[in-house]
């Protein structure tokens, strides 16, 4: 059974820094592309960055490009999106996933509960 949680959410000022982690349990977590969506009340979930389980090749929406990193750590079966000079708009909950195929941001399998980031001054 596919177990994501998600946690680092928190309540942050503009311009300021956040790290999300994303612990997986329950299956073959190395086998996977694995990355971030996010989903802001009365918007269209939206894909913020994966990184593919072969290679680590590493895929960010524009939206967060420069200022997101992923990162996974599969001694832990851990994943991590870091997040800087956050915006407002970066607000959501945010959704630690597996993909079938990191590039088009849409493949996703399995999520955790997620958590919730919030940028205001």
């Known amino acids: 059974q596919v177990e994501l949680m998600e946690s680092g959410g928190n309540l942050v000022r503009p311009g300021g820094s956040l790290r999300l982690s994303c612990i997986a349990s329950?299956?073959?977590?190395?086998?996977?592309?694995i990355g971030w969506f996010r989903q802001a009340p009365g918007k269209e979930r939206e894909g913020v960055s994966c990184?593919?389980?072969?290679?680590?090749?590493?895929y960010y929406a524009d939206s967060v490009k420069g200022r997101f990193t992923i990162s996974r750590d599969d001694r832990k079966n851990t994943i991590y999106l870091h997040m800087n000079s956050l915006k407002p708009e970066d607000t959501a909950v945010y959704y630690c996933?597996?993909?079938?195929?990191?590039?088009?941001?849409?493949?996703?399998?399995?999520w955790g509960q997620g958590t919730q980031v919030t940028v205001s001054s």
């Open positions: 996933a597996t993909s079938s195929e990191c590039r088009d941001f849409k493949s996703w399998l399995s």
């Open positions: 990184i593919t389980n072969l290679h680590g090749d590493t």
């Open positions: 329950g299956f073959a977590y190395s086998y996977y592309d």
